[in-house]
């Protein structure tokens, strides 16, 4: 079967199943900088509790006019990976938008994904993670995305590259863009064996590239946590002797990040829909995401108002619940407008 065959299977495998599940249709473009895969290759299809997802992975642009061609109009969305990751794919989105003429589009940033996704799976298994050691063996997009959120959370993390001078340069920026009130640091290492010496937890990010060995597995502490984020960074007699160790190993598990992006683009969607302001009476409704002058009242839906989620302050935040009295009458004037006791 060719790749124009599996790609109209999939497709009507997605429409068929979002139709039978009341779900929307959609079709990821995304490209892969992982060493391991194929020019293109098609993942599983993704669902969430609104979509049905069919998945297209390329680390080359030559057939992506037929690979659009294909997809656009069947789909009520496009989801287009908007990073830049191997250098024979450059402006994918804005090609994707020249080519599309049907479908809505939507992106996202599959990296950040993956960033979140381990980010919230450490949180859960090994916080706090104050004065915990962290090695994460590649310092490149991922590696370097997570360690900032790693050492926000208390982790001292030590990452790895061969380009030492580069590596530096991340790791001073690093340091000076988190708070000056977090003690812990990441640290810089060309030696990837000696950055697992005694570490909680082992990340491999290198993209598709073994990297995390048995000597490394031994070198770090017995309880330890092995995450192979970046598909295939663990040779295999060290998953081997990491169980023998009870060492925990796991792999990237997409989907509460994937899940959570496109519960985001939704709500934003949904939000810039209904940018709107109304009068009310002598007051000024206005939706969530519009910087109102002081006083107006931030109202769930300007059309159907049911709930006041807060009043504006004029600069951008809200007035604190408690406080001014004047606009604790204005709310209680506002709530009678709403339920139509007074006009």
């Known amino acids: 079967m060719n790749y124009i065959q599996k790609l109209r299977e999939i497709v009507e495998i997605t429409v068929r199943r979002a139709k039978q599940e009341r779900k929307i249709p959609m079709f990821s473009i995304a490209t892969t900088s992982n060493v391991n895969n194929k020019e293109i290759l098609f993942p599983a299809i993704r669902e969430t509790d609104k979509t049905v997802c069919g998945n297209i992975l390329l680390n080359s642009e ?24 191997v250098h024979n794919i450059v402006d994918l989105e804005l090609k ?50 997570l360690a900032l959120k790693l050492v926000e959370r208390g982790a001292n993390v030590y990452l790895t590259r061969r380009n030492k001078t580069k590596l530096k340069k991340i790791v001073e920026g690093l340091n000076a863009i988190k708070s000056d009130y977090i003690k812990s640091k990441v640290y810089y290492m060309t030696q990837n064996l000696k950055a697992s010496e005694n570490a909680d937890i082992l990340i491999g990010t290198t993209p598709g590239i073994a990297a995390i060995t048995t000597d490394m597995i031994r070198n770090m502490k017995a309880n330890g946590l092995v995450i192979d984020m970046g598909n295939g960074t663990i040779f295999p007699d060290a998953i081997g002797d990491a169980k023998r ?9 997409m989907k509460p990040g994937y899940d959570g992006a496109l519960e985001t683009i939704f709500q934003t969607e949904n939000l810039i829909q209904h940018q709107k302001s109304k009068n009310l009476g002598n007051f000024l409704m206005i939706s969530g995401g ?10 769930d839906d300007v059309d159907n108002p049911t709930e006041i989620l807060s009043i504006a302050d004029g600069k951008g935040d809200v007035v604190p619940d408690v406080g001014d009295r004047e606009f604790q009458e204005n709310i209680a004037i506002v709530k009678r407008l709403i339920r139509g006791e007074i006009k």
Do not use: H, M, W
């Not at 519009?290 to 109202?299: A, N, Q």
């Open 290 to 299: 519009i910087l109102g002058k002081r006083g107006d009242i931030i109202v």
């Open 96 to 145: 994707i938008r020249n080519l599309i003429k049907k479908s809505k589009i939507f992106t996202f940033r599959p990296n950040d994904l993956t960033v979140d996704a381990v980010d919230a799976l450490i949180a859960q298994l090994k916080s706090p993670l104050n004065d915990k050691k962290v090695a994460i063996i590649g310092g490149g997009n991922l590696g370097s995305k």
């Open 62 to 85: 030559r057939y992506l006019e037929e690979i659009v061609k294909e997809i656009d109009g069947n789909v009520e969305i496009v989801l287009v990976d908007a990073e830049t990751k």
């Open 245 to 253: 160790r009870n060492i925990k190993v796991l792999c990237l598990f």
